[in-house]
């Protein structure tokens, strides 16, 4: 999408890059959608033009991120048979993410994985409007929302607090809790320090540097939040997983003794 708004209205890349850092900032969230709108380098290329306006006129450059979207976000496999059988056996599945509400409500029900969940722990719904401006009721028509339970100012992983407060909320002992997590330095360690049995998605986990960059190049952390990051992966690597699916996310089946 970047690379497409450089070319198309002739502005320099790295000078987008900073805009949307700043608008990310200012949000304290890198999933802000449509940033590039309130950027002022697009802002004073099209001083007129209001949001609704704006987005029509750049609706290719948007349409580069959904075709790139629509490419990658896939389920990974085996994931809904083996959530299927886990609610089978009656073990009860929740979801927990810092994504945004609208950010995980969009992913969840592109991938049709919602139905699977008892409950939806996520950050809560940014302030800004989708430009289309459709009523939710029109967007998210079939989407369970009555599953959904917005955290407002909460503590973010790993603190133990976020894990302990879910579990106190359903009624349920960490020690009879599996969490499941693509991150060391997050998911693990919380689940690890939390005392419930933690389980390590190998499999999803992605470290490679130069998409890491990219991610620090625009990302809504201060540098000391960024330092923070590296001290906590310091930390994760002195920690141990109770279990890690290594190749798929049917291996969870194992652990929890399921045929």
Not at 151 to 162: A, E, N, Q, S
Request: hydrophobic fraction near 40%; glycine fraction near 2%.
């Amino acid at each position: 999408m970047i690379e497409r708004a450089a070319v198309d209205l002739s502005l320099d890349r790295e000078l987008i890059l900073d805009d949307i850092k700043k608008i990310h900032q200012q949000h304290h969230d890198s999933e802000y959608p449509f940033a590039l709108l309130e950027t002022p380098a697009i802002q004073a290329k099209f001083p007129n033009l209001n949001k609704q306006d704006l987005y029509v006129e750049l609706a290719p450059i948007f349409e580069e991120f959904n075709i790139k979207r629509r490419q990658v976000l896939r389920v990974h496999q085996t994931v809904p048979e083996t959530l299927q059988k886990i609610l089978d056996i009656g073990i009860h599945l929740v979801a927990h993410t810092e994504a945004n509400l609208f950010a995980i409500i969009d992913r969840l029900d592109r991938l049709n994985l919602a139905k699977f969940f008892e409950k939806i722990y996520c950050r809560e719904r940014i302030k800004s409007q989708h430009p289309n401006i459709l009523p939710k009721s029109e967007r998210y028509k079939n989407f369970p929302f009555h599953k959904v339970v917005e955290l407002t100012h909460h503590p973010r992983k790993p603190d133990i607090t976020v894990l302990l407060d879910i579990c106190n909320s359903l009624n349920i002992h960490p020690e009879n809790v599996a969490y499941v997590g693509d991150s060391m330095a997050r998911d693990m360690l919380m689940a690890n320090n939390a005392g419930v049995f933690s389980i390590f998605a190998a499999y999803g986990a992605n470290h490679e540097k130069p998409l890491y960059d990219k991610l620090v190049r625009v990302t809504h952390w201060t540098p000391e939040e960024v330092e923070r990051e590296l001290e906590l992966r310091k930390a994760a690597s002195l920690i141990q997983p109770d279990f890690v699916l290594k190749e798929s996310f049917s291996e969870i089946l194992i652990p929890l003794n399921i045929k």
